[in-house]
């Protein structure tokens, strides 16, 4: 992929690719887990760790507007979890039962006193999502965000002083199922999930290849855009096995 006009900074040292191969792990590991193994708990520490990365990224306006309720106890868990509500698709799943629930939750809140419409900080809300999850694929655990939950429900339980609205749940535990990504049928462009015969979770994502919009045969971006294909294809192979 060298090219004349290359900027010769970009991933020179072998440190950076291992960087970059790190975070592509991380990412392809970083599945929604629905069903976990009951007995083991995550350690609070790494709750509050994988918050640290949480409060590292970017934000609006740098406001910050974000807040953190942990939840590991075992009443309190036992009290959230009726109030959330588990993988849609599934019309005769009502979530884990007894042995594969979470043992533990991050409850992401908005501090409505600095910033007072949600909708504003959606943003802000996916970044600190995505670094809360990636941290716990870190640490070995599984996570999965909830954003479908009786709001009235989750402030009883667990208290919150009115000036917290809570946006996201992430559940937490060891991963009690296997979750694998899929191709996505590109005839059917069918995007929902589901479990195999070996009740594995299947993920269809979309071919790299089909992300990126063709930028036109008059660009000069064009003569590089077969290449660009041919490299996301071979990640595609190389990454998920698929063709
Ligand atoms: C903003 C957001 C809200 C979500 N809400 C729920 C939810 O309420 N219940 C649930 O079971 N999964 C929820 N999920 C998980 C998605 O269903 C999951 O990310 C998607 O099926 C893709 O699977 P993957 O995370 O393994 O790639 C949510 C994910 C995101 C990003």
Not at 134 to 154: M, N, P
Not at 219 to 228: G, L
């Amino acid at each position: 992929m060298k090219k004349d006009n290359d900027w010769v900074g970009i991933a020179t040292e072998t440190e950076q690719w291992l960087d970059y191969h790190v975070i592509d792990r991380l990412m392809r590991d970083n599945r929604s887990i629905r069903r976990f193994d009951q007995r083991f708990q995550v350690p609070y520490e790494q709750l509050a760790m994988v918050v640290w990365l949480a409060g590292d990224s970017a934000s609006a306006r740098n406001a910050q507007p974000l807040r953190y309720r942990y939840v590991f106890e075992r009443p309190e868990c036992k009290a959230l979890f009726p109030h959330l509500r588990w993988a849609g698709y599934y019309k005769d799943w009502d979530g884990p039962a007894e042995g594969e629930r979470p043992n533990a939750y991050i409850v992401q809140c908005l501090d409505t006193t600095i910033i007072k419409d949600s909708k504003e900080v959606q943003c802000d809300a996916g970044l600190q999502l995505q670094a809360i999850t990636l941290g716990l694929t870190a640490f070995g655990a599984g996570s999965c965000i909830i954003g479908a939950f009786d709001r009235k429900g989750v402030r009883e339980v667990l208290d919150l002083d009115e000036v917290y609205e809570p946006l996201y749940v992430v559940a937490v535990g060891k991963a009690g199922e296997e979750v694998r990504m899929v191709p996505m049928d590109p005839l059917t462009d069918d995007y929902r999930y589901y479990r195999d015969e070996n009740d594995v979770q299947c993920v269809p994502k979309r071919a790299i290849g089909d992300l990126v919009i063709h930028p036109g045969r008059n660009s000069v971006m064009c003569k590089y855009y077969d290449e660009i294909i041919e490299a996301q294809k071979k990640r595609d192979r190389e990454s998920h096995g698929w063709i």
